[in-house]
């Protein structure tokens, strides 16, 4: 007789179509909270807050946070948790939608996997964002924070402005229901003063797409098609690069030398 096939319900199914694997672990919710370390004057925003697991722990430390949540069902317990917070309001709305707040603010969140590169650009376009600590599945957040040795386009492009680390590693065994890979608590903070002097940020841009861009195979052959042969060499000496270099292996602070000496 063949086995029988459990049928998934709704709840499953609405599960899999919001990306919802809550954190039931109680050390995974204090490492991630130890990671997080709000500002205790200041504003914090919960992206998928889920039923509340981490917006208890999260408002015992920070002055006023927000709690977003989509899902009406996981909403109405989570609405059920901010009651009985004073300092937490809770919203039943799409976080992406939402208008960043215009005073400093961070935000924390075990964010749906699906939406983590959304959640990231919002983040990075908000000008009052001071750090966001995000759980991701931890081969985003490695290869975010340059963890392989490896660099991405997107976080050599921020680097002058903002700071990209691995924060920490959950265990897919931490969540409910259990997803199939392990996750990654990604860090990102805005510096107090960008690397690089403001007005120079485009040019800095320009700079890093034409070396994403892919022409010739290496970060030389890039930047080679903008910049007099004699001088590219001489910067890349002096970085310390070989030119045959694939671009994702140039670090972050390569990238600054490189620009300043190509400006200069």
Do not use: K
């Amino acid at each position: 007789m063949a086995p029988r096939r459990t049928r998934a319900t709704e709840r499953d199914r609405s599960r899999r179509v919001l990306s919802q694997n809550f954190l039931a672990d109680p050390a995974a919710i204090a490492r991630l909270v130890r990671a997080a370390r709000p500002d205790p004057d200041g504003l914090l925003l919960e992206v998928g807050a889920g039923r509340g697991q981490l917006t208890r722990p999260l408002a015992a430390r920070c002055r006023h946070l927000v709690a977003y949540e989509v899902d009406p069902a996981a909403g109405a317990e989570l609405a059920r948790v901010s009651a009985a917070l004073p300092n937490v309001t809770h919203r039943q709305a799409d976080f992406l939608a939402a208008a960043p707040p215009r005073q400093p603010f961070e935000v924390v969140g075990n964010i749906p996997w699906s939406l983590t590169s959304a959640v990231v650009r919002w983040c990075l376009t908000a000008p009052g964002l001071r750090a966001a600590t995000l759980l991701t599945q931890l081969e985003f957040a490695r290869r975010r924070s340059g963890d392989y040795g490896r660099w991405t386009r997107l976080t050599v492009l921020t680097w002058p402005e903002f700071g990209w680390r691995l924060a920490g590693r959950v265990p897919r065994t931490a969540f409910r229901p259990v997803p199939r890979v392990d996750a990654g608590i990604l860090r990102i903070e805005r510096r107090g003063e960008p690397l690089l002097p403001v007005v120079d940020l485009p040019a800095y841009r320009r700079m890093v797409e034409l070396g994403f861009d892919g022409a010739g195979g290496s970060l030389a052959a890039s930047l080679g098609r903008h910049h007099p042969r004699a001088r590219l060499a001489g910067a890349l000496r002096a970085t310390r690069l070989d030119p045959a270099t694939p671009v994702g292996h140039v670090w972050p602070e390569q990238w600054l030398v490189l620009f300043r000496l190509l400006r200069a």
